[in-house]
């Protein structure tokens, strides 16, 4: 009634709806979780992918063979490659927030795709072979693109897990973190965690910690305690050291310690230094069998 009287002065006010926040961009870690436990062999359908492929699953990666093929699901990146480009075919749906683009390095003999999550992690796959059809390698990097993306929507990406003793336990960053690498990694340099967890590099020095999928090739040498393979890449001299893989029956868990020469192909003096590294990480390193 008073409100009547005074002809209208009265209204009545309605809480203001609730924005639509419309659907979340999907970041990296929304994806996958924990990056340095993340299964990669279960982002890929091997029977739909590459039917009757071996898949070996890496501290960082997905390794499949099939005859002369090779599919690799991983590593994880976040630094920025010249070589990725847009992608506008890929023909199948994407989350919001993700883009599928590609890579035009090594185009010959690969075709390669990146899962670019919206946080600007990505997710590196990658097809390999001899036969020299472009068109049919990218048909399978399509393919795994897809069932790496059904895989992450559908809450299925499996986790891996790191017995007593192996490699994957170990913080790759700490055997770095010691004057002994000051001469191979450069006067005041820093280790730096790699994006996984499972890598580390202090200046010019490389320390990764995986599953080997290929056999090793050259003569062994004893570093660090250890049997070990010295190898010149380019501007790398790498040394690798590997021991059996708690876990996984018949593979062998590889220490890769590599050292760059800055001003061009590595040298004598440059393995020099990686040896010397060599000498002070693999002690550190934690045997089977061993307390």
């Not at 209204?11 to 929304?30: K, M, R, V, W, Y």
């Not at 090594?106 to 001899?130: E, H, K, M, P, W």
């Not at 893989?245 to 590595?266: C, D, H, M, Y």
């Amino acid at each position: 009634m008073l409100c009547a009287l005074l002809a209208g002065g009265c209204t009545t006010t309605q809480a203001a709806p609730e924005p639509d926040s419309g659907p979340t961009p999907l970041t990296a870690a929304d994806a996958l979780g924990d990056f340095g436990s993340i299964d990669y062999c279960s982002l890929l359908n091997v029977p739909e992918v590459a039917p009757g492929a071996v898949a070996v699953p890496t501290f960082e990666s997905c390794y499949a063979e099939a005859g002369r093929r090779t599919i690799l699901v991983g590593p994880l990146a976040f630094d920025s490659d010249p070589n990725i480009k847009p992608y506008d075919d890929y023909p199948g749906p994407v989350p919001d927030g993700v883009a599928v683009q590609q890579s035009m390095f090594n185009d010959r003999s690969a075709c390669t795709r990146a899962i670019t999550f919206a946080d600007g992690n990505r997710l590196d796959l990658s097809v390999t072979d001899d036969a020299g059809d472009q068109a049919a390698r990218c048909g399978v990097a399509d393919a795994a693109v897809g069932s790496a993306l059904a895989a992450i929507t559908a809450r299925k990406v499996g986790r891996l897990t790191f017995p007593d003793r192996s490699w994957g336990r170990v913080a790759p960053c700490v055997p770095l973190d010691n004057h002994a690498l000051d001469a191979a990694a450069g006067p005041g340099s820093r280790p730096a965690i790699g994006l996984s967890g499972h890598s580390c590099i202090r200046g010019k020095v490389s320390f990764k910690l995986t599953v080997e999928t290929t056999e090793p090739a050259g003569p062994a040498e004893k570093l660090g305690g250890r049997d070990a393979r010295v190898r010149v890449a380019g501007a790398f001299c790498l040394v690798d050291a590997t021991q059996p893989a708690p876990g996984l029956p018949g593979r062998r868990e590889l220490a890769e310690i590599s050292v760059v020469e800055t001003a061009g192909t590595a040298s004598d003096g440059t393995c020099t230094l990686a040896r010397g590294a060599a000498n002070s990480i693999l002690p550190r390193l934690p045997t089977p069998g061993q307390p």
